[in-house]
Every structure is written in C-alpha cells, then in structure tokens.
Nanobody, 121 residues
C-alpha cells in the first residue's frame, strides 16, 4: 500500500556531491518522522540523518556539516544533500518513514529499497 522510492545514488569522486530523494506513494494520510540510514558492506545499518514532522534535525557525527536532510511535506518527499563526500560514505542508503495510511489510526514504519552511493578516492 505504501512505497518509498529512493533515487539519486551513484558513483562520485571524493569531494563531490550527490542529492538523494525519497518519494512516498500510496494511500497516505500523514507522514511523521523521516530519515536516512546507510549500510556499508560488513557493517550494521546506521542512522545518517532524521527529521521529525515539526522538530529539529538529527545527524550522525560523521556527516555533520556535510549532509543536509530536508523534506517537502506537500510532496511526501525527503531529501539528503551530501557534500564533501568521502570514500567512507560509500554504502547503500535507505529511506525510512513513519506513515499513517488513510483510514488507519496509527503510524507504521516503512523502508525504501535502498540506493547505492559509491565514493571513489
């Protein structure tokens, strides 16, 4: 009923930039907190950045000052602007969102399928 579709990943040289997008579609009534996570080979999935519906953003220490999360509530879309990319940023990036469907009375957590980001040195 709900799909989170990420786009914008790819291959970039160190120091470069990428902008990830995640669009939610389906019978959506409301989107609460949204966030980006990443998982590098052999490592656990980790939080990169998160933004609640009306609160302040939260970033992993490793990306502070380089990444910016934002959201367009009218489009049910969340973005991750990634600047000054480093090889250690290489990972699959996943979108995550708490969504309440039309006709429901609670929020459920959803994941996107992931998009690969590769930063070459």
């Amino acid at each position: 009923q709900v799909q989170l579709v990420e786009s914008g990943g790819g291959l970039v040289q160190a120091g470069g930039s990428l902008r990830l997008s995640c669009a939610a579609s389906g019978s959506i009534f409301s989107v609460d907190a949204v966030g980006w996570y990443r998982q590098a080979p052999g490592k656990q999935r980790e939080l990169v950045a998160a933004i609640p519906h009306g609160g302040t953003t939260n970033y992993a220490d490793s990306v502070k000052g380089r990444f910016t999360i934002s959201r367009d509530n009218a489009k049910d879309t969340v973005y991750l602007q990634m600047n000054s990319l480093k090889p250690e940023d290489t990972a699959v990036y996943y979108c995550n969102a708490d969504i309440c469907l039309v006709g429901d009375y609670h929020f459920e957590n959803y994941w996107g399928q992931g998009t690969q980001v590769t930063v070459s040195s």
